[in-house]
Every structure is written in C-alpha cells, then in structure tokens.
C-alpha cells in the first residue's frame, strides 16, 4: 500500500470503508499524464467499488490533499455506474455559497452545511449527516455509502469550511 498522500505510482487499493450498504473500497492508480500539467500534478484515476463491483470512477483525481484540492476546485469527470457525472466544490466566505455537488447519470449527492454539522443530500431528501466527525446515514442507499466515502477520502469537507479559518 503507498502513501496515503504521496501520488499513485500503481494501481493499489487505499481505503476501505464499512458502510450500512456494503463494503466501500477505493483503489487509486496513475491516470493519464501525456499532458505536461498532468504529469506535472500526477492525475490519478480512481474508482470506488461497492461490494465488489466497481461504481464510481473519476478522471484526473489527485492524491488527497493539495493535489486534491486544487484539481477539485477545477472540477472532476468521472462515471457513476457507466453514465458520465461530474464532481463540482464551491468555497466562498458567505456559507450558503459552499458545497460540494456529484451529479449526472444516475446521481445527485450534495453535501451542505447544516449547523454544526454536514448534511448529504439526494434530490430534496437528507440521507445523512456528518457530526463530529462521524457518519450517520439514515438512508443506506448506494449513493449516500459511495458519496459520503469519496467525500472522505478526497478530503472535500475542506470546501465547506470557512476560508479564513483553513489558514489557520
């Protein structure tokens, strides 16, 4: 297993995650890096596979952290069991304005702030919140489990906080 925040060198699993759907695994892997800015930020490819059979693959990911971020805040394509999606964040002073939102094909996992907590949502209804670090998913649907891990592991929770405070 590599570094959790050094860039793949191979294609390895990373992370494992119990979730009330099922067995949640990350595996991450050089992407393609034929473009110099790709080679230069090390792109991954990674894919989330629940209970074995991979669901959710993302393009031109970096390694979690800085890489991560700023390839997030650019805006990520991937597939969500086959049809193309995408990963959009927001950060703004004004927190109504933060979020972070994975939609197309056959998803819409939104994640806002809510109080002190984080909320997942699909469509109009809440399928879990994040307090104190810790998921509570009502609604075990597949989405909610394979959204709240890349969540996770992408570290995107960086997006919904207050932008002062992160340099702190």
């Given at each position: ?15 494992k995650g119990a979730t009330p759907a099922g067995e949640v695994v ?116 597949d989405g909610a489990a394979l959204g709240a891990c890349l969540f ?17």
């Amino acid at each position: 297993m590599g570094s959790w925040r050094a860039p793949a060198t191979q294609e390895t699993v990373y992370a494992k995650g119990a979730t009330p759907a099922g067995e949640v695994v990350l595996t991450r892997g050089p992407g393609d890096r034929s473009r110099p800015e790709a080679a230069a930020e090390s792109w991954e490819d990674w894919t989330l596979s629940l209970e074995g059979e991979p669901r959710v693959r993302l393009r031109g990911l970096g390694a979690p952290g800085y890489l991560s971020r700023k390839l997030l805040g650019r805006g990520i394509d991937g597939t969500w069991d086959g049809r193309a999606c995408q990963v959009r964040v927001a950060s703004a002073a004004a927190r109504s304005k933060r979020s972070v939102d994975i939609a197309g094909g056959p998803v819409d996992v939104r994640f806002r702030l809510s109080g002190l907590s984080i909320q997942l949502l699909q469509g109009d209804e809440c399928h879990g919140v994040r307090s104190a670090g810790r998921w509570d998913l009502s609604t075990p649907t597949d989405g909610a489990a394979l959204g709240a891990c890349l969540f996770e592991w992408a570290e995107m929770d960086y997006f919904l906080r207050m932008p002062g405070l992160r340099l702190l």
